[in-house]
């Protein structure tokens, strides 16, 4: 059965950092573009990062770029997205999103709090 697992949200002081991995089971992720997204209270859904496979060109909002980094192991089939210089608006839901020709796959997210 195909699935994504997020994982490593927790609870950080700004300033601080912290790195996301997004599990594949069941597929492989370097077959298809991998999307990190996030979602506050309140708000609507907003796109963070992009990995598209199949050059491994990156894409990121402009009110992460130079703090955030997509990344793949592809041994591991696990997509990461590291955060560092983390701001309290950077509090969300996080979820990883898989996007095939065929199939789009979303995990179940993971809550990262900045506070201090």
């Known amino acids: 059965q195909e699935k994504l697992v997020e994982s490593g949200g927790g609870l950080v002081q700004p300033g601080g950092s912290l790195r996301l991995s997004c599990a594949a089971s069941?597929?492989?992720?370097?077959?298809?573009?991998i999307g990190w997204f996030r979602q506050a209270p309140g708000k609507g859904r907003e796109g963070v990062s992009c990995l598209v496979t199949t050059d491994g060109s990156t894409y990121y909002a402009d009110s992460v770029k130079g703090r955030f980094t997509i990344s793949m192991d592809n041994d591991k089939n696990i997509v990461y997205l590291q955060m560092t210089n983390l701001k309290p608006e950077d509090t969300a839901v996080y979820y990883c999103?898989?996007?095939?020709?065929?199939?789009?796959?979303w995990g179940q997210g993971t809550q990262v709090t900045v506070s201090s």
């Open positions: 999103k898989a996007t095939g020709s065929l199939y789009d796959y």
């Open positions: 069941g597929f492989i992720l370097d077959d298809y573009s």
